[in-house]
């Protein structure tokens, strides 16, 4: 017997969120190239050779996390989501998820050369700590390349990208929004801003669908036992990745406490408790990720000062030509 195929039917929500989150998306989308962050050349030439270092290496790996999202993560998970309306809010943040990729590159082609460029993508595919953990967030994923995934194992591959996008993009977000902080990379942080406001709906998206998962299991002691192994292995390393970072720039302790803060947060888009302590973040890196602090274009709806325009009119002359009237 052939299979039926189904259209999907926005016109009966399969579920409480899935519409929100649809809309929300939407409402956030951008593309890189409508912003500037040429902007920020001269504020590039003021920081010094160790913070320049830092931020490419950031960048570098924002970049290789991001292409395994919208490359694997994504489409694998699409493949064994049954409600419809859910596979398409997952294939937009797909798509966004390119974009976001893409986007570190406008950065790094406004703030380095070709050889610096290359020289960051060789450390990217050489750095040990980065490369275990998409190596171990890939694993779950490359888990469900298969029609008989069990329940389970689709479960940990749920749960690996809630890690990836409320957890493991962090570190890596944590120099441009301090640099912001202090004047400096505001154009490029931009960018970043808005990679943060989708990561961010991402995460507690697939994490609501995650937990759905979670209430089919039977064994869910066992299941969650595993997923806080995983957790814990990822933080371990994601200790050693900061080190390696941010020791001569000297912001190790704080980003160690925002990575805590940031795997907390995925422990709750899963449904669970937070279980690691925190003290203090910087406060003006959570200040960068608060969108109300952002200066936003009436028409467009997004932010900020340092977006292109997109409709251009040329002035001609006889625009300059004006009706006189003299009252005698």
């Not at 995934?149 to 890596?172: H, K, N, P, R, T």
């Not at 931009?190 to 991402?202: F, Q, R, W, Y």
Request: proline letters at 2%; hydrophobic letters at 40%.
């Amino acid at each position: 017997m052939s299979k039926t195929y189904k259209a999907v039917n926005w016109n009966t929500p399969e579920n409480d969120y899935v519409l929100m989150f649809w809309e929300q998306n939407i409402r956030q989308f951008w593309i890189d190239t409508e912003y500037i962050p040429s902007k920020d050349i001269d504020s590039w030439k003021r920081i010094s050779p160790e913070m320049k270092e830092a931020y490419k290496k950031a960048l570098g790996g924002l970049t290789l996390l991001d292409t395994l999202q919208s490359h694997t993560g994504m489409p694998k998970i699409i493949d064994h989501i049954d409600t419809l309306q859910n596979k398409a809010v997952l294939s937009y943040m797909c798509m966004m998820e390119a974009i976001h990729a893409k986007s570190y590159s406008t950065i790094f082609t406004t703030v380095s050369t070709t050889a610096e460029i290359n020289e960051i993508f060789e450390w990217v595919q050489q750095n040990k700590y980065l490369q275990y953990k998409a190596q171990m967030i890939d694993g779950y994923y490359r888990a469900i390349d298969k029609e008989d995934a069990s329940d389970e194992e689709i479960y940990m591959a749920m749960a690996a990208s809630v890690l990836l996008e409320s957890f493991l993009f962090y570190s890596g977000f944590f120099l441009p929004l301090w640099l912001c902080g202090q004047g400096e990379m505001v154009a490029s942080a931009d960018i970043i801003k808005k990679i943060i406001a989708d990561e961010s709906i991402h995460g507690v998206f697939v994490g609501l669908m995650a937990q759905d998962q979670f209430k089919t299991l039977k064994n869910q002691d066992q299941v969650k036992a595993r997923f806080l192994a995983l957790l814990y292995n990822l933080y371990e390393n994601e200790l050693k990745y900061t080190e390696e970072i941010y020791t001569e720039v000297g912001l190790t302790a704080e980003v160690k406490e925002y990575v805590r803060y940031n795997a907390n947060k995925a422990l709750m888009n899963l449904g669970f408790d937070p279980i690691f302590e925190v003290k203090q973040v910087n406060p003006i890196v959570l200040n960068g990720l608060n969108t109300e602090t952002t200066q936003h274009d009436f028409f467009s709806k997004k932010s900020t000062n340092y977006e292109k325009a997109t409709e251009i009119v040329h002035l001609k002359d006889d625009d300059f030509k004006m009706e006189v009237v003299v009252d005698i």
